[in-house]
């Protein structure tokens, strides 16, 4: 999910896989980096330092890393029976994408609101995510919204962006544009290039906001200058307009 509705620029199908995807990317990324950092006397059992629980869940991750998934799968499954929250999460995802194991959304589903109770803030979102779709669990956007306003209180940019597009449209939730004015600014102080051009559309319209185009287009600046294309193209049609009007 990237776009919503704007009076400035057509607004995109809204997608949660695609915001749900980038936590698999950034997953890799950290799985990858953790099993650079686990070298063989760790794996030998030399080092014991550590508790067990956290050298079983980077023997785990180093797995994932070296995309041994049916290893990490048995790794992560025994930690996330003891409710290690973090293994949880990654069992998760390995339903989630078949990975290691059949892919099996309710299974996903149940593992990721074990983790997300525990307060892991991806599972969080990501079982919102999966109420939103109906993957595993029954469709229901109230959850997905209670579950997505969890995350965003911990800082999770993508939930934050979501509770902007749910309180502009009245999903799951009731319609109010101030709160969605309020959750993608907060998206785009942290740097979300849709929610600041979403933040600059409102302010633009002056929903839930005072009208004010110069802080519509300080926004739009920011995101363009990540290249995002609706922010581009708002800018490029602004200022045609102003050099007709001129």
């Keep these: 999910m990237r776009k919503t509705d704007s009076l400035v620029v057509k607004s995109q199908p809204i997608d949660w896989k ?7 990317f950034l997953l890799l990324v950290v799985s990858l ?3 650079g950092s686990v070298n063989a006397s760790i794996l030998s059992e030399e080092v014991s330092s550590q508790p067990l629980q956290k ?3 980077k023997h785990a991750m180093f797995a994932y890393g070296s995309a041994d998934y049916e290893v990490a799968y048995q790794r992560l499954h025994t930690l996330a029976s003891q409710d290690v929250a973090e293994a949880q999460y990654h069992l998760a995802t390995l339903y ?5 194991v059949e892919a099996n959304p309710a299974m996903a589903a149940f593992w990721y609101r074990r983790a997300a109770k525990l307060g892991h803030v991806n599972a969080q979102y990501n079982i919102g995510v999966a109420h939103a779709n ?3 669990v029954q469709k229901n956007m109230v959850d997905a919204v209670r579950w997505w306003r969890v995350a965003a209180i911990s800082g999770s940019i993508n939930a934050q962006f979501n509770l902007g597009i749910m309180y502009l449209k009245g999903v799951g939730i009731r319609r109010d544009a101030s709160e969605a004015v309020h959750w993608w600014n907060k998206a785009a102080q942290q740097g979300d290039p849709a929610a600041q051009y979403n933040l600059g559309a409102l302010y633009a319209n002056g929903q839930g906001v005072s009208q004010d185009v110069n802080t519509a287009l300080d926004w739009w600046t920011r995101a363009a200058e990540q290249g995002f ?6 800018l490029r049609d602004f200022h045609t307009l102003k050099n007709i009007e001129n």
Excluded: K, T, W
């Design 55 to 57: 050298q079983m869940l």
């Design 33 to 35: 980096f953790i099993a």
């Design 96 to 100: 989630d994408d078949g990975r290691g």
């Design 134 to 136: 109906g993957d595993g």
């Design 229 to 234: 294309e609706q922010a581009i193209v708002a």
């Design 18 to 24: 695609q915001r749900r995807s980038i936590f698999s």
